[in-house]
């Protein structure tokens, strides 16, 4: 398994139904590329909460390091884990963990801005199994199937998907492969997508690379604008810790 963490910078737009014909193509000439379809099985963990204590303390920068462990294993207890696979074209499902912290507050700033965690697992097809090798315990809470297109612009990242119920009811941690949502009904009455514009930078951190990120995303905001209307995402909605 290998982790790394990011940071990510974001707008997004509610589509609805009428108009996602329309958006596909409009996407599709800003990205010079056809649509790129994605199922994405999403399963929602509650991390256990289990106290982290070192035997022995000497000093210097031994007392960094448990202070950084300390602190690592209180933000993975603060949010809900999000366990996603995704089919290869090789047909391969890989499993990814993920842990999206709570945005920063807005201020001045133009677009959404968090930290995303991102550790890949091991497991095959069947996402319990991918669970079962996480480094942490973790409970299920619940899962869901998000289905839509992707394309690349330079370095934005535009998905436009739609998120639907599990195909069937669950009474354990599931076992479901990847697959389309079929009879699955979306979790949006109205049957309205999503659109979320994302750039991922190494280091929330530096000015310059949040800056030029922001820019970045700016720029297909104002290229899509006329169409649809990308905005800064609900700082509440998008909170996922454990209440």
């Known amino acids: 398994m290998s982790s790394h963490s990011m940071y990510e910078l974001s707008l997004f737009a509610t589509v609805p139904e009428s108009q ?11 990205s010079c590329m056809q649509p790129s379809p994605i199922t994405i099985h999403r399963q929602i963990y509650s991390p256990s909460k289990a106290p982290l204590t070192a035997s022995r303390q000497v000093g210097g920068s031994q007392n960094i ?27 391969v499902i890989e499993w990814t963990a993920r842990i999206n912290h709570i945005p920063e507050a807005t201020g001045r700033r133009t ?3 968090r930290n995303v965690s991102i550790e890949s697992v091991d497991g095959h097809g069947e996402g319990y199994v991918a669970a079962k090798s996480l480094r942490y315990a973790a409970t299920f809470v619940t899962e869901y199937v998000v289905r839509g297109w992707r394309w690349v612009h330079g370095s934005t990242v535009l998905e436009l998907y739609q998120s639907f119920t599990a195909p069937t009811p669950l009474e354990k941690p599931p076992t479901l ?3 389309a949502p079929g009879s699955a009904k979306p979790l949006d009455p109205s049957s309205s997508w999503l659109l979320r514009a994302y750039v991922m930078i190494n280091d929330g951190s530096k000015p310059e690379l949040v800056s030029k990120g922001t820019e970045t995303l700016q720029n297909v905001q104002m290229l899509l604008r006329g169409v ?11 909170d996922t810790r454990v209440k």
């Not at 390091?65 to 995704?86: D, F, I, P, R």
């Not at 649809?228 to 998008?238: F, H, P, Q, S, Y």
Request: aromatic share 4%; hydrophobic share 35%.
């Open 177 to 179: 492969a990847v697959s």
């Open 228 to 238: 649809v209307d990308l905005e800064i995402g609900d700082r509440l909605a998008l």
């Open 111 to 113: 677009v959404t801005g």
């Open 65 to 91: 390091e448990v202070s950084k462990a300390h602190q690592n294993a209180s933000s993975s207890e603060q949010y809900y884990h999000h366990l996603e696979g995704q089919k290869q074209s090789t047909g």
């Open 20 to 30: 996602r014909a329309q958006l596909l193509h409009v996407l599709s000439g800003l």
